[in-house]
Nanobody, 119 residues
Framework: QVQLVESGGGSVQAGGSLRLSCAAS??????MGWSRQAPGKGREGVAA????????YYVDSVKGRFTISQDNAKNTVYLQMNSLKPEDTAMYYC??????????????WGQGTQVTVSS
């Protein structure tokens, strides 16, 4: 069973930055990623990284503002979020999964960490 431990969420004003961390405690994931879900909306894949080679994926709305990175020795992935906007407000979920044709298909999810951006 994979356990994913997230940290780093919080509240920030528009234009600010946050860094999310996610550690996979018992399994080396083929890929890891972040998705988010705002109230009343579906879950949206935000960013992902192929842990075996470093290839990345970003949804268009965060390109140029968010950066996903990894520390393979720690089975940890980070999401650096800069120039945050109120529309980035959501619960952010870490995932562990399989990389295929440029996308990370989640098999395990973390509990989520809240990100709130005020205008």
């Amino acid at each position: 069973q994979v356990q994913l431990v997230e940290s780093g969420g919080g509240s920030v004003q528009a234009g600010g930055s946050l860094r999310l961390s996610c550690a996979a405690s018992t399994y080396h994931c083929n890929c890891m990623g972040w998705s988010r879900q705002a109230p009343g909306k579906g879950r949206e894949g935000v960013a992902a990284i192929y842990t075996g080679g470093g290839s990345t994926y970003y949804v268009d709305s965060v390109k140029g503002r968010f950066t996903i990175s990894q520390d393979n020795a720690k089975n940890t992935v980070y999401l650096q979020m800069n120039s945050l906007k109120p529309e980035d407000t959501a619960m952010y979920y870490c995932s562990c999964g399989a990389w295929y044709l440029g996308l990370c298909y989640p098999g395990y999810w973390g509990q989520g960490t809240q990100v709130t951006v005020s205008s």
